[in-house]
């Protein structure tokens, strides 16, 4: 009986193991951008997985007056383009550690590009880390994971 029992743990503990992987949160989904510096909720950002690469694109607006906003600061074919539907991220690479980089982090308000690096954070993976740098200057801002039901 005993003996059994020990089995079952251990089957158990196994399955559990190989499952787990499973249950781990990922970059990938929608996530809510609040400004950091207002604490306003801005839009909603659809992070996706093509080619192998990370990119994201804005797939609703949420500050109210700007459903509508057009890229009044961009250049070229980007100029009074809707952000709805823009793509801020671009051929994002994964560094082995759940961390991606890359050098296409777009700001529609500002029209600027940046580098940039995206990660969970440590404490709530229903938060993501993205950082924007500039030169030797960064800055960092916490998005909130979106439940959909």
Known sequence: MKGNRTIHKYIFLLGFLCF???WSQTVFGKWKTIDDRNGVAKAIIEIYKEDGLMHAKVVKILEDGKQDALCTKCD???KD???LGMKIMDNFEENGRGEYKGDKLFDPEQG???RGKV???EENENRLKVRGYLAFLHRTQTWHRVIEE
Do not use: A, H, R, S
């Open 81 to 83: 383009k809707p952000v």
């Open 20 to 22: 787990q992987g499973t």
């Open 119 to 121: 990660w969970l954070d």
């Open 112 to 114: 600027m590009t940046f």
């Open 76 to 78: 070229g074919e980007l």
